[in-house]
């Protein structure tokens, strides 16, 4: 029985993959260790007496999606933070402006983390996960810190509309 469960599941996997190199397995075990990063949070916010909140207000949610939105490109596609996708990328030009294009590299583990930290899509949920957590933890710094990169998307924006109209 064990067997025939573990040739279904490969059966299936290689279905799904077409042919191609898709590291399920290791999302399997990305995705297990984001339940766990959010159990252990939830643990904090639990043994430090705080309670989560029954939702968030709109200045938050706005605040919280802005800082989301540049902390995750900042992280998946800045030239200055690419050492870090280096194990698992290879630079193959520019994306836009100061952004770079990266191509996945590796198998495996390697690939799949390789996904994560390019897309800033991906790598986002991460760090809504983290200021989401860091409102209810440490409001104070948190709003700080995501005040900071919410501004620095506003100057972004007034850079791009600047260029625009040098143009």
Known sequence: MELDLTQ???????????????PLGSFVLIMGAYVAVVAGLSGT??????????RLNWPDLLLLATATHKIAR????????SPVRTP???FSGTSGEAEVAEEVRGRGPRKALG???????????????????????APSPTR????????????????LAFAKLQT
């Open 8 to 22: 279904r599941i490969e059966s299936e996997a290689a279905a799904y993959a077409g042919g191609e190199d898709r």
């Open 115 to 137: 996904e994560l930290v390019t897309c800033p899509y991906c790598v986002g949920q991460w760090v809504l996960t983290g200021l989401a957590f860091g409102l209810v933890l």
């Open 45 to 54: 916010v639990w043994r430090s007496g705080r309670r989560l909140p029954d």
């Open 74 to 81: 900042l992280l998946a596609k800045d030239p200055v933070t």
């Open 144 to 159: 700080f810190v995501a005040g900071m990169f919410t501004a620095l998307t506003g100057a972004d924006f007034l850079q």
């Open 88 to 90: 698992f990328a290879r």
